[in-house]
């Protein structure tokens, strides 16, 4: 069985820092790229981080000097460190794994980060 549980989310001020977590199971961990993705309140899901399988990472703009994504293969899991949060920042954060043996795709069911004085 597949299995991707986000977690770390929380209450933060602006300003502040969050880590989330993305611990998998039942997949082929180190054939997977993973990915954050995010959505807000009345948005779209949109892509926030991409790590590749050799640990090669990328940003959407808005994501860019604010987050690191990185992988541990020996813990199958993926984090995303958050800082300097903003209101708009605001939006439930998924983890999404594609595998390229299989070439299937997978998703977590989210954890909310919430922004707010």
């Known amino acids: 069985q597949v299995q991707l549980v986000e977690s770390g989310g929380g209450l933060v001020q602006p300003g502040g820092s969050l880590r989330l977590s993305c611990a998998t199971s039942?997949?082929?961990?180190?054939?997977?790229?993973i990915s954050w993705y995010r959505q807000g309140p009345g948005k779209q899901r949109e892509l926030v981080a991409i790590i590749t399988r050799d640990g090669i990472p990328d940003y959407a703009d808005s994501a860019k000097g604010r987050s690191t994504i990185s992988r541990d293969n020996t813990k199958n899991t993926v984090y995303l460190q958050l800082s300097s949060l903003k209101p708009e920042d605001t939006a439930v954060y998924y983890c999404?794994?594609?595998?390229?043996?299989?070439?299937?795709?997978?998703w977590g069911q989210g954890t909310q980060v919430t922004v707010s004085s």
């Open positions: 039942g997949i082929v961990f180190k054939d997977c790229t």
């Open positions: 999404h794994a594609f595998e390229w043996e299989s070439a299937r795709m997978y």
